[in-house]
């Protein structure tokens, strides 16, 4: 027993380096060729000898005598035969090849039996063929056969010559690569010998690619080594549970505001960044920027640049040395510091430069707008060309009543959100553009200050204190009774939990662009938004198939192409950052502003509501039966839409030019069942449907027929709504589709009322 266990440790403590258990001592090891008669195959193995000094003695030698194992190495082949010549039951192995050149075991096989239900082993039986050795462990329940030269397990009568722990329940393996393979597979695998009862392999790292685990291993340098072949990728620790390593971007680096590079860590990105002009660091979760060496700070004198600067106090420092220098923070383009000069041009009260002579401060105030010209010894105005009779773009007027904004609009009050501190209770204010602000005098009219709704700059992914119940009411009390609005509540909460999209815009929005839900296009085509309703060719809007389908689309698309900060149209998660996109009108965002406070007026506790995820599950709209879909190229199914905060697993493909089944669609995504009958979702920009048909031309509140035959006396089946979808199963004949529609009724439709969609 104790010789096969001294050779079976030689073995283990050789694979320890190959798997990346760390062995005992930095003793010399090797490990064994098993020989052509083995049942099982071993992994090549490589000793600590490759990167130990031994490795300059390329023959390594043990030998069994007296229950011990003596060990040598030698620098050539002849010197170490001969040794084993000498020895009794001797091995030796070139270690540069972990090759068997030289053995003369007496009895290579041994025998032995294992301690199962308590039973104590029987002694070890040494057989010189393999044949016998099998012959004599068949005899026993229990029994394996060991070849001493290699330290192999080369049968067995058990299941297995290996166990796998770490899965749903231990598993047999005869093969060491199947077992050591199996494990890497679990993220807490671990592999033991069946003989010696010893774990030759554990876990300790696991590899996620994309959120999925991928792989296990033993060492973190093999772990990292397997992530960086693959992107989105990190290594944890499976003993505190941590990220040890990642290669997914985390922070975006930038020159000249032109994404140039991603990095995992925040120190790999700077390192770059400072060796770039003109470069920030951005961090991608938070969307701030950690560095940045572009100019924020430049010196002028006059109305010319001297130079710029990355730091305020740089910039001073160099302005202090010229005279009648300022110093502007480009962002704002306003000054912090300047020298000192007797006449200051100030642009909305705030100093843009200084000159020495009156002359030439009123020469430079009059290439502004909104300027003034201020005499520094007296304090007095000089100059202005500020506008005296000021008239805000829709004609309301504004006051301050308990402390908020009041907008007077025709026979409206709308209350805003707490008054800046500029205003006053007993004046009243007019604003040219909702962002700079007059106070009426009876001598004309006086800017005061800045100052925006605060709707129009909140997060819009931020969640609203709305009720279903809250939206109903307030609809019901300023829209028409036949406002396609009313009732709508429940779709405008269920589209802030599907995608994140706060609620309160949502209804705001479709206020604004629907008339209150009475336009043409909100009644006779679902379209509360005005999608693709575009300024040269407004009859081009979209229909959608529902109210419903039509409030969750507008929140998916929002999200994804303007408040995610990679869309396509991102400039801030916020009105005015979607105002530079979304629409022509300049005031467009302060007109939704003006809505959302009509709905609840804007307050502290509106700023700290939580920003909310896009959610992995999502509601799905479903087609009619028998719906098919064409790959336009090859496409991944995803458990879940990939535009979701969490990532999703993949579930399958479906190759370019492929028909499938289509079971409905949730907006960006379509749900579709594989040939092994899983479902998923893909991309719906890389689906061609087949035979879809969409009801069109019906009027609102008006529904066409699904017929029993191909004619218009025959019996209606059923009516469907426009913009509904139907499954055309055949057509057209003499001007009838063949169709089944949502509610699994067949039968015909005439082809005025239906066109082909894809």
């Not at 070890?124 to 004599?136: D, E, W």
């Not at 500020?386 to 008239?391: A, I, K, L, R, W």
């Not at 899983?678 to 031309?697: A, I, K, P």
Request: proline share 4%; net charge negative; hydrophobic share 40%.
């Amino acid at each position: 027993m104790i010789r096969q266990r001294l050779l079976f440790f030689v073995l283990i403590l050789s694979m320890t380096f190959a798997i990346g258990i760390s062995p005992v001592s930095a003793e010399a090891s090797v490990a064994f060729q098993p020989s052509s008669n083995d049942l099982v195959t071993t992994r090549t193995v490589h000793s600590v000898a490759r990167t130990s000094s031994v490795y300059s003695l390329p023959y390594y030698a043990c030998a069994l005598a007296n229950q011990s194992v003596m060990t040598d190495t030698f620098s050539n082949l002849s010197a170490a035969v001969n040794w084993g010549k000498a020895q009794t039951n001797a091995v030796v192995v070139d270690v540069s090849t972990d090759q068997v050149v030289f053995d003369n075991m007496v009895d290579p096989y041994l025998v032995e039996t294992l301690p199962l239900n308590g039973s104590s082993p029987l002694s070890p039986q040494a057989f010189s063929t393999y044949s016998g050795a099998v012959s004599a462990a068949n005899q026993n329940g229990n029994a394996y056969v060991v070849n001493e030269v290699t330290g192999a397990v080369v049968w067995s009568s058990t299941n297995g010559n290996f166990i796998v722990e770490g899965g749903a329940s231990p598993a047999p393996y005869q093969s060491l690569t199947d077992a050591l393979n199996a494990a890497s597979a679990i993220p807490s695998g671990s592999v033991l010998s069946m003989a010696s009862g010893q774990t030759i392999w554990q876990a300790a790292y696991q590899v996620m690619v994309n959120g999925q685990f991928a792989q296990s291993f033993a060492t973190e340098a093999q772990a990292q080594s397997y992530a960086e072949q693959n992107a989105l990728s990190e290594v944890i620790d499976n003993s505190t549970g941590g990220v040890v390593w990642n290669n997914i971007p985390q922070y975006d680096v930038y020159q000249n505001g032109i994404l140039i590079k991603q990095f995992a860590y925040e120190s790999d990105a700077i390192t770059y960044a400072e060796t770039l002009t003109n470069a920030t660091v951005e961090d991608i979760s938070t969307q701030q920027t950690v560095y940045s060496n572009m100019p924020n700070y430049v010196v002028e004198v006059g109305t010319q640049q001297v130079q710029s600067f990355v730091d305020e106090a740089s910039a001073i420092a160099y302005a202090q040395t010229v005279n009648g220098a300022v110093v502007i923070q480009i962002s704002t383009n306003q000054v912090v510091w300047s020298s000192a000069g007797a006449y200051g041009v100030y642009r909305y009260l705030q100093l843009v430069r200084s000159f020495n002579t009156q002359q030439s401060a009123i020469a430079f105030a009059k290439t502004l707008d909104h300027a003034q010209v201020i005499d520094t010894q007296s304090n007095q105005v000089v100059f202005s060309n500020y506008p005296t009779n000021v008239s805000s773009p829709n004609g309301d007027t504004f006051t301050v009543q308990n402390n908020m904004l009041v907008d007077h609009w025709g026979n409206q009050n709308i209350t805003w959100a707490p008054a800046p501190s500029f205003m006053t209770t007993s004046q009243t204010y007019v604003t040219e553009d909702y962002i700079h602000w007059y106070e009426e005098e009876p001598s004309g009219d006086v800017y005061v200050g800045s100052w925006e709704n605060p709707y129009r700059t909140m997060n819009l992914m931020a969640s609203s204190s709305l009720t279903a119940s809250q939206i109903n009411a307030f609809i019901a009390s300023n829209a028409a009774a036949d406002s396609v609005l009313q009732n709508t509540g429940k779709y405008f909460i269920e589209a802030e939990q599907q995608f994140g999209v706060n609620a309160q815009y949502l209804l705001a929005h479709a206020i604004i662009e629907s008339a209150w839900g009475t336009s043409n296009f909100a009644q006779n085509r679902d379209n509360l938004f005005g999608y693709e309703a575009y300024t040269t060719n407004p009859n081009a809007a979209a229909t959608f198939r529902s109210i419903e389908y039509d409030i969750n689309f507008q929140a998916w698309f929002v999200r994804n192409a303007y408040l995610n900060s990679s869309g396509s149209f991102f400039n801030g998660a916020n009105l005015d950052g979607m105002n530079v996109d979304y629409a022509t009108d300049p005031y467009w965002s302060n007109s939704i502003a003006r809505i959302m406070s009509e709905i609840t007026p804007y307050a502290a506790s509106v700023s700290n509501q939580q920003q909310l995820p896009e959610a992995s599950t999502r509601l799905v709209f479903p087609y009619p039966p028998g719906a098919t879909g064409l790959a336009t190229q090859n496409i991944t199914v995803y458990s879940a839409p990939a535009d979701s905060s969490t990532a999703p697993s993949t579930v399958g493909n479906i190759a370019k030019g492929a028909d499938f089944s289509v079971l409905g669609d949730t907006p960006g995504w379509d749900e579709v069942e594989l040939s092994n009958n899983q479902t998923g979702f893909v991309d719906w920009n890389l689906v061609s449907l087949q035979n879809m048909l969409e009801v069109t031309g019906v009027t609102y509140g008006n529904t066409v027929p699904i017929m029993s035959k191909s004619s218009a006396g025959s019996q209606a089946l059923d009516t469907v709504p426009n913009g509904v979808y139907l499954v055309m199963i055949s057509g057209p004949t003499n001007g009838w589709d063949y169709v089944v529609d949502g509610n699994g009724k067949t039968g015909w439709i005439t082809d005025q009322n239906v066109m082909v969609i894809h």
